[in-house]
């Protein structure tokens, strides 16, 4: 499976063409769909070495498989405005012949959902192929003092630096959460992807950072096995009844919840935490997504949930989907179109709370 990192000859194409014609025309629907001899290009508008890139990286080949007519399929990472750049190009030149698709995380959401005015996708426009939650990791340095998730409370009165994104990005949970934490963070922005922060905090530019699940299992574990880095606690996921409890991939590690609990000696609560969880939950139960554009035939769209359907069944997907993307799943039809809903809309109120914030205590205005 080839690798490009940059926009290929074809979608430099449709971005002329899109500007001449500046409308898009659906396909013909098809009864009988097949992709054989075809090339399907999987935007990731991220660097390479993310959690997004990680999980498409390791699907790819398993949507080969199952795809009708074993296309091949390459990654095509667009980094650039914490995924808006990868996911506005998608918008505008994708066409609706399942030759183009694109995974978002909460990094493509949190700007929509806060009306950030760079963004020109509009998620209800989209076919959503395939959903899943993920997780993370925070970390921290040894230069710190902290030798394990027991030793938290040392952070406190500490300058940490943290390489975000940007606030508007899935960054804005660790802003959030380390705002409510009390620790003192620098949060630098600017930075294409969570690999980027990673090898930020490699080359000790920062003490503090957090990776997704697959991201976390690949690159970050190796760093904890030879003492670089400690674990701090994880987002947590959230039981049948909405409450959060520990990662299953990291059950050792305490959820944010009690790392707080620890920290403070308190349950967290209050209007500061409902902002906080609300993105919580659109970022990471509903993280992952993988999306066909507007006016793509619906027989199309079905021909991708069943291959990422089928993938699930198959022997060495089951084999390696733990230590490759995490035990979280994936899903298709009913249930990832709830994962959208919860991923793409967020109470007005919660909105303006987080925007006024993010401007009077950060100095960030939406669109810069």
Known sequence: MKTYLNMTRRSALGVVAAGIAGVLVSAPASADVSFAGKTIEWIVPFSPGGGSGTMAAFMAPFLTKYLPGNPTVTLVYEPGGGSIKGSNMFAAVAKPD?????????????????????????YADWHIAMAGPTGGVVYTS??????????????????LVYASQGATSLDLVPLMGFRLMGLDVQHVFGFKGRADGRLAFERGETNIDYQTSSAYLKNVQPLVAEGKAIPLFSWGVLDEDGNPIRDPNFPDIPHFAEAYEKLTGKTPSGPEYDAYFAFFTAGFPAQKMVFLPKGTPQEIVDAYQAAFEAMKDDPEFQANAASAVGEYGHVTGKAADALFEKGTVIAPELRK????????????????
């Not at 040894?142 to 300058?159: E, H, N, R, Y």
């Not at 709370?353 to 810069?368: F, N, P, R």
């Open 98 to 122: 399942g030759l183009t698709i694109l995974v978002t995380s909460g990094s493509t959401q949190f700007p929509y959902l806060l009306g950030d005015p760079r963004v020109r996708y509009e």
């Open 142 to 159: 040894p230069s710190t003092g902290v030798t394990s998730p027991d030793d938290i409370g040392k952070l406190v009165g500490q300058k």
């Open 353 to 368: 709370q987080v925007v006024d914030m993010l401007t009077s205590e950060y100095g960030v205005k939406l669109g810069e």
